[in-house]
C-alpha cells in the first residue's frame, strides 16, 4: 500500500494525516502552538514554530508507522491564508507573521482604495481591501517598520515558507496568491499594476505554480530529523478553504460547501473567472487547475456557541448543553440571534457590529437562547447562499462540515434555513484530506482531482429540507436581515464604552 501525506498548518496548531490510496486515514498527528498578541488588534506567530512543531509532528508519525518508510511517496499542504512572513537577501526571517486574522491595518486598506480605486481593485484582484488581507500589511510594515522593509527580499505565505524549509525552494501557489490582493486572479499572475502603484518590485513575489506541482523532494537535514525517505516528494499544495473544498468534493459546478468552525465559511465552486459580485464575496483560484470558488464567510460562527456556552454554561458538555434544542420549534419562539460578537465580514464587512439577542421573553429558557444561537450563526451563513442565488448560482445540494455537522439538529436546520439537500461526509477531514489529495493527484495516483474525490470523499448521510420550516425560517430571515441597519448606529456608539 502507498501513503501521502497532508499537512494542514492552521492558526492555532499543524494538524497531519497519513493517508493510504484507498482514501483512509491511517494516522493523524496534532501539535499545537502560541499566538502571539502584543496588544488588541495584533496577531503574529513565529514561523519557527510552525517548522517546529510540524517536524515534531511528521517525526511521531514515521515512528508510529509500521510499513516501509519508501511507500510514503508525498506530501502536501494546507495553509492558514494571507499571513505575511518577510525573508532577507539570506532567506532569513525577518519578524514574526503577521497573521489573517490581525485587524492594524485599517489605515492601509484605505490607502489601496485612494491609490487603487474599489473598482479597479475589485476588477483586477475580484476582491475588496480587508484587514485581513496580505498587501495591507505590507504596506503596515513599509510604514512602520521601514528598517525591516528596506531588508525584505521576498514575502510568502505560511504554509509556503514551511515548504521551503523542508525543500529549500521559494514558490507560491495560485489559490493563497489570490489572497494577497496583489494577483489578478482572472490571468493567474501577479499585477503588474497594483505592483507598481505602490513601488514593491516583481522580484519581491515568489514564482507562481499550480497546487498539485512537484516542487522537488525534502531535504536530506530534513528527512534525517523526520525520518521520511529523501525521495519524499514535495507538493506546493493550497489555501486552507481551497484545500477544504477539495477535501469536501467540491470540484464541479453547483457544489457549494458549509464549514463551521471558530470562523463559518459558505464556498461555492466556480468555473468562470469573469463573474461579479461586486465584492459582497470573496472570489480566489481553486486549487484545482483553472477553476475558482466564491466564499462569504461569518467571523464567529461556531465561536459565538463556544461563547455562550462558556459564559452560561462552562461545566456542561456541549452534547448536554444542546440536549434540550431539538425540543424547540424552528424560530426559537420568537427569539432571535446575530452572530456579530466580534464583528461581521459577509455581507456586512464591519469591525464596529456587535451581536444581539432580539425578542427576549419572560417564556424562554436556555434551550431557547441556544436554538436561537444556532439559528443566527445559519441565518448569517445564508446572506452569502442567498448573494451566490441572486446572482444566477443553482445550489440544491450543500456539503457540511465542521461543528456544524457534529449535531443532527444543526444539520436539519441548515437544510431548512438553506432550503437545500444537506450532506454529511463518512470521513470529515476537510483541508488536511485536500492537502493529502494534492499529493495522490501529483504523485498520479488519479487522473484528476474529480477522480481522486469519487475514491476518496462518501457521504453518510442526507437532510433534506422539511417545508413548514423552511416557509417559517424565510419570514424569520427576513427579520433577521433588518437586525443589521437597526443597530449599526447603536453598536457605532456604543464603540467607546468597549475595553
Given at each position: 500500500?502507498?501513503?501521502v501525506?497532508?499537512?494542514?498548518?492552521?492558526?492555532?496548531?499543524?494538524?497531519i494525516?497519513?493517508?493510504?490510496?484507498l482514501?483512509?486515514v491511517?494516522?493523524?498527528?496534532?501539535?499545537?502552538?502560541?499566538?502571539i498578541?502584543e496588544?488588541?488588534?495584533?496577531?503574529?506567530?513565529?514561523?519557527e514554530?510552525w517548522v517546529?512543531?510540524t517536524t515534531e509532528?511528521?517525526?511521531?508519525?514515521?515512528?508510529q508507522f509500521?510499513g516501509?518508510?519508501?511507500d510514503i511517496?508525498?506530501?502536501?499542504?494546507?495553509g492558514?491564508?494571507?499571513?505575511?512572513?518577510?525573508?532577507?537577501?539570506?532567506?532569513?526571517?525577518?519578524?514574526?507573521?503577521?497573521?489573517?486574522?490581525?485587524?492594524?491595518?485599517?489605515?492601509q486598506c484605505?490607502e489601496?482604495?485612494?491609490?487603487?480605486?474599489?473598482k479597479?481593485l475589485?476588477?483586477?484582484?475580484?476582491?475588496?481591501a480587508?484587514?485581513?488581507?496580505?498587501?495591507?500589511k505590507?504596506?503596515?510594515?513599509?510604514?512602520q517598520?521601514?528598517?525591516?522593509?528596506?531588508?525584505?527580499?521576498?514575502?510568502?505565505l505560511?504554509?509556503d515558507?514551511l515548504?521551503?524549509?523542508?525543500?529549500?525552494?521559494?514558490?507560491?501557489?495560485?489559490s493563497d496568491?489570490?489572497g494577497?490582493?496583489?494577483?489578478?486572479?482572472?490571468?493567474?499572475e501577479w499585477?503588474?499594476?497594483?505592483?507598481?502603484?505602490?513601488?514593491?518590485?516583481?522580484d519581491?513575489?515568489?514564482?507562481?505554480i499550480?497546487?498539485?506541482?512537484c516542487?522537488?523532494t525534502?531535504?536530506?537535514?530534513?528527512?534525517?530529523t523526520?525520518?521520511?525517505?529523501?525521495?519524499?516528494?514535495?507538493?506546493?499544495g493550497?489555501?486552507?478553504n481551497?484545500?477544504?473544498?477539495?477535501?469536501?468534493?467540491i470540484?464541479?459546478e453547483?457544489?457549494t460547501?458549509?464549514?463551521?468552525?471558530?470562523?463559518g465559511?459558505?464556498?461555492?465552486?466556480?468555473?468562470?473567472?469573469?463573474?461579479?459580485?461586486?465584492g459582497?464575496?470573496?472570489?480566489?483560484?481553486?486549487g484545482?487547475?483553472?477553476?475558482?470558488?466564491?466564499?462569504g464567510?461569518t467571523l464567529a460562527a461556531?465561536?459565538?456557541?463556544?461563547?455562550?456556552?462558556?459564559?452560561?454554561?462552562?461545566?456542561?458538555?456541549?452534547?448536554q448543553?444542546l440536549?434540550g434544542?431539538g425540543?424547540?420549534?424552528?424560530?426559537s419562539?420568537?427569539?432571535?440571534?446575530?452572530?456579530?460578537?466580534?464583528?461581521?465580514?459577509?455581507?456586512h464587512?464591519d469591525s464596529n457590529i456587535?451581536?444581539?439577542f432580539?425578542g427576549?421573553d419572560?417564556?424562554?429558557?436556555?434551550?431557547?437562547f441556544?436554538r436561537a444561537?444556532?439559528e443566527?450563526?445559519?441565518?448569517s451563513?445564508n446572506?452569502?447562499?442567498?448573494?451566490?442565488?441572486?446572482?444566477g448560482?443553482?445550489?440544491?445540494?450543500i456539503v457540511?462540515?465542521g461543528?456544524?455537522?457534529k449535531?443532527?439538529t444543526?444539520?436539519?436546520?441548515?437544510a431548512?434555513?438553506f432550503d437545500?439537500?444537506?450532506?454529511?461526509?463518512?470521513s470529515?477531514q476537510?483541508?488536511?484530506m485536500g492537502a493529502?489529495m494534492?499529493?495522490a493527484?501529483g504523485?498520479?495516483?488519479?487522473?484528476s482531482?474529480?477522480?481522486?474525490?469519487k475514491?476518496?470523499?462518501?457521504?453518510?448521510?442526507?437532510?433534506?429540507?422539511?417545508?413548514?420550516n423552511?416557509?417559517?425560517?424565510?419570514k424569520?430571515?427576513?427579520i433577521?436581515?433588518q437586525?443589521y441597519?437597526?443597530?449599526?448606529?447603536l453598536n457605532?456608539?456604543l464603540s467607546e464604552?468597549?475595553?
Amino acid at each position: 500500500m502507498k501513503y501521502v501525506i497532508g499537512v494542514d498548518l492552521g492558526t492555532s496548531a499543524v494538524k497531519i494525516l497519513l493517508v493510504n490510496q484507498l482514501g483512509e486515514v491511517c494516522q493523524e498527528v496534532s501539535k499545537p502552538y502560541p499566538l502571539i498578541i502584543e496588544k488588541s488588534g495584533y496577531s503574529e506567530q513565529d514561523p519557527e514554530e510552525w517548522v517546529e512543531k510540524t517536524t515534531e509532528g511528521l517525526a511521531e508519525l514515521v515512528q508510529q508507522f509500521d510499513g516501509d518508510i519508501r511507500d510514503i511517496e508525498g506530501i502536501s499542504f494546507s495553509g492558514q491564508m494571507h499571513g505575511l512572513v518577510l525573508l532577507d537577501e539570506g532567506n532569513n526571517v525577518l519578524r514574526n507573521a503577521i497573521l489573517w486574522n490581525d485587524t492594524r491595518t485599517t489605515n492601509q486598506c484605505q490607502e489601496i482604495y485612494d491609490a487603487v480605486g474599489k473598482k479597479r481593485l475589485l476588477d483586477v484582484t475580484k476582491n475588496p481591501a480587508l484587514e485581513g488581507f496580505t498587501l495591507p500589511k505590507i504596506l503596515w510594515v513599509k510604514e512602520q517598520e521601514p528598517d525591516i522593509f528596506e531588508r525584505a527580499h521576498v514575502f510568502m505565505l505560511p504554509k509556503d515558507y514551511l515548504r521551503y524549509r523542508m525543500t529549500g525552494n521559494i514558490h507560491m501557489e495560485y489559490s493563497d496568491a489570490a489572497g494577497t490582493l496583489m494577483l489578478n486572479v482572472a490571468k493567474r499572475e501577479w499585477s503588474e499594476e497594483i505592483l507598481k502603484v505602490f513601488g514593491i518590485s516583481a522580484d519581491f513575489c515568489p514564482p507562481l505554480i499550480e497546487s498539485h506541482a512537484c516542487v522537488g523532494t525534502i531535504t536530506a537535514e530534513f528527512a534525517r530529523t523526520t525520518g521520511l525517505s529523501e525521495a519524499t516528494k514535495v507538493f506546493a499544495g493550497g489555501a486552507d478553504n481551497a484545500c477544504g473544498a477539495i477535501g469536501s468534493g467540491i470540484l464541479s459546478e453547483g457544489k457549494t460547501l458549509s464549514s463551521i468552525g471558530t470562523s463559518g465559511v459558505v464556498l461555492s465552486y466556480e468555473e468562470r473567472s469573469d463573474l461579479d459580485f461586486e465584492g459582497k464575496v470573496h472570489y480566489f483560484n481553486h486549487g484545482e487547475e483553472n477553476a475558482y470558488y466564491t466564499m462569504g464567510v461569518t467571523l464567529a460562527a461556531g465561536f459565538s456557541l463556544s461563547w455562550f456556552k462558556e459564559t452560561f454554561a462552562n461545566q456542561e458538555a456541549f452534547d448536554q448543553f444542546l440536549e434540550g434544542v431539538g425540543s424547540v420549534p424552528a424560530g426559537s419562539n420568537g427569539l432571535l440571534f446575530t452572530p456579530y460578537i466580534v464583528g461581521e465580514r459577509t455581507p456586512h464587512a464591519d469591525s464596529n457590529i456587535r451581536g444581539s439577542f432580539v425578542g427576549i421573553d419572560a417564556s424562554h429558557e436556555r434551550k431557547h437562547f441556544a436554538r436561537a444561537v444556532l439559528e443566527g450563526i445559519t441565518f448569517s451563513l445564508n446572506e452569502s447562499i442567498e448573494i451566490f442565488r441572486k446572482n444566477g448560482k443553482a445550489i440544491d445540494t450543500i456539503v457540511s462540515i465542521g461543528g456544524g455537522a457534529k449535531n443532527e439538529t444543526w444539520l436539519q436546520m441548515q437544510a431548512d434555513i438553506f432550503d437545500a439537500k444537506i450532506e454529511k461526509l463518512t470521513s470529515e477531514q476537510g483541508p488536511g484530506m485536500g492537502a493529502a489529495m494534492l499529493a495522490a493527484y501529483g504523485c498520479g495516483w488519479f487522473p484528476s482531482l474529480k477522480e481522486c474525490a469519487k475514491e476518496f470523499i462518501k457521504t453518510s448521510k442526507t437532510y433534506y429540507p422539511i417545508k413548514e420550516n423552511v416557509e417559517t425560517y424565510k419570514k424569520l430571515f427576513a427579520i433577521y436581515q433588518q437586525v443589521y441597519a437597526q443597530t449599526k448606529l447603536l453598536n457605532d456608539q456604543l464603540s467607546e464604552f468597549r475595553k
